[in-house]
């Protein structure tokens, strides 16, 4: 892993074992193929199961649920691993553990745990959340229109939700909507309940080895067993945005590194006016920078993983650490792009793959600017959303 701060002397032998093992697995089954994926538009489904073994899938999670019980710091080097490889397979795993379990765990009841959270754990079971709406999904709570209502013991779900992550493969969606009161309830929808389906966003240029849907629902009848009892308000949505946004915090510094070593590679060998390109102070300045927020964000990633655990985390700190961290990587992203020339345009290497990904990653889990309209607010006291 690059480490320029000698900075995993701050974690403990556990952790970097795991890091370890990610790396090795990926390296063997996911990183010689996917490029393929990638320009074939696939997510490698037949990798979920084997994440499950690898202990991959809401591995933050408590053991006595089928998790891996980690701590926050080795979740984050997992999401690190994944996404080294490419933001699709971490967008699965984070949508899995932090977006379908994590809101089980937290807002479900002792059975819905029992009978989900072993499953999901395992890679058994695929999970999405439906949080986005056609009319925007910045301001979740505002444009919100999916309802549900009330029918003796079931409840009656309509709406659409829009650019869902392992839709169209899922088993269950976790779908946010407002009952008759405006309340927002939560709701464990087995994606093969009739009126419900999950048509497949097609033409994107971005995340292109991951699974984005559309959540349709018609009529889509709901026991009231499947509601999250916890439920009750967007607050339940948006803490489950934290735990998503915490590993992206981690994930975004995984291409970071893959492009950085990239481009320090090519830079070496490239000669041009007799000597290599690496000798020149333009193309360092642009190797420095990757290094340095590479160097940064490890840091405040891993602090973050300490808060996580010690309990004293804001979602703020969160907010910041996505909005930098997503930023810098793909700011370095296309500094590597522009390094390798021309190469950089193809799938032949990585640069322009991590590019285009880092533009979904920049936009989801909240885009750059709510992230610092949401500091912005917490240090002066002063609203941006009225
Ligand atoms: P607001 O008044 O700010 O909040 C309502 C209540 O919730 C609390 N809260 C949070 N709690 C935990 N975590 C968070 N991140 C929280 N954000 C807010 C807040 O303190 C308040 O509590 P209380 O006790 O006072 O009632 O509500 P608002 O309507 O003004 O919200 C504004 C805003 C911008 C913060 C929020 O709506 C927002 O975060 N918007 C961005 C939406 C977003 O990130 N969507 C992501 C969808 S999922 C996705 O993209 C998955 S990508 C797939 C992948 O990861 O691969
Ligand atoms: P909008 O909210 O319409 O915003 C458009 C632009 O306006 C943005 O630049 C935004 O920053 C800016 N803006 C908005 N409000 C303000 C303001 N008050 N002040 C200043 N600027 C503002 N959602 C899910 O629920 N589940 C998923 O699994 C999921 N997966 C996704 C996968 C992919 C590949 C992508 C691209 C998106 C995914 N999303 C998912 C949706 C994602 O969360 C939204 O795209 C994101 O929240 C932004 O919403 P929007 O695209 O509708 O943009």
Redesign the pocket.
Same mark, same amino acid.
């Given at each position: 892993m690059l480490d320029y701060y000698q900075s995993l002397e701050l974690f403990s032998p556990e952790e970097r074992a795991i890091q370890a093992a990610a790396r090795k697995f990926l390296e063997a089954e996911a990183m010689p193929y996917i490029r393929e994926w990638w320009e074939a538009g696939e997510f490698p489904t037949h990798l979920i199961k084997p994440f499950g073994e690898m202990g991959f899938l809401g591995s933050n999670l408590p053991e006595e649920y089928g998790a891996a019980g980690v701590s926050n710091n080795a979740y984050g080097l997992i999401m690190y691993e994944l996404e080294r490889v490419d933001s699709g397979l971490?967008?699965?795993a984070?949508?899995q553990g932090? &977006?379908v379990m994590y809101p089980i765990f937290a807002y479900g009841s002792e059975e819905q745990k029992r009978e989900f959270l072993p499953k999901l754990a395992a890679g058994e079971l695929v999970g999405s959340?439906g949080?986005?709406e056609p009319d925007g999904?910045?301001?979740?709570?505002?444009n919100m229109k999916t309802k549900a209502v009330k029918d003796g013991d079931y409840y009656v779900l309509n709406g659409t939700k829009m650019?869902i992550?392992n839709g169209a493969i899922s088993d269950i969606a976790i779908v946010w909507a407002k009952d008759e009161e405006g309340k927002v309830l939560g709701f464990i929808v087995p994606t093969d309940t009739p009126g419900f389906s999950a048509p497949l966003v097609h033409h994107k240029y971005s995340l292109r080895a991951?699974v984005t849907s559309e959540l349709v629902m018609e009529d889509v009848r709901i026991h009231k067993d499947y509601l999250l009892p916890k439920s009750g308000?967007?607050?339940a949505p &948006?803490?489950c &945005?934290?735990q998503?946004?915490y590993?992206?915090a981690w994930g975004a510094l995984g291409p970071l590194e893959a492009v950085y070593t990239e481009a320090l590679d090519f830079a070496k060998s490239r000669v041009t006016f007799g000597r290599p390109i690496a000798a020149r102070q333009l193309v360092q300045d642009k190797l420095v920078y990757m290094l340095s927020e590479h160097t940064k964000g490890l840091l405040l990633a891993w602090k973050l993983g300490k808060m996580k655990d010690e309990g004293t985390l804001k979602?703020t700190h969160?907010?910041m650490a996505k909005r930098n961290n997503v930023r810098v990587a793909l700011k370095s992203a296309r500094l590597a792009r522009e390094i390798l020339g021309a190469s950089g345009i193809t799938v032949e290497y990585s640069a322009i793959r991590h590019m285009l990904n880092l533009e979904s990653v920049d936009t989801?889990?909240?885009?750059h600017d709510?992230h610092t &309209?949401?500091l912005g607010r917490d240090i002066t006291g002063e609203?941006p959303?009225v």
């Open positions: 971490r967008s699965f984070s949508v932090a &977006l959340f949080l986005t999904g910045s301001d979740p709570g505002g650019w992550t991951s308000s967007l607050k &948006l803490s &945005l934290t998503a946004r590993g992206i979602h969160v907010s989801y889990e909240g885009t709510i &309209l949401i609203n959303f």
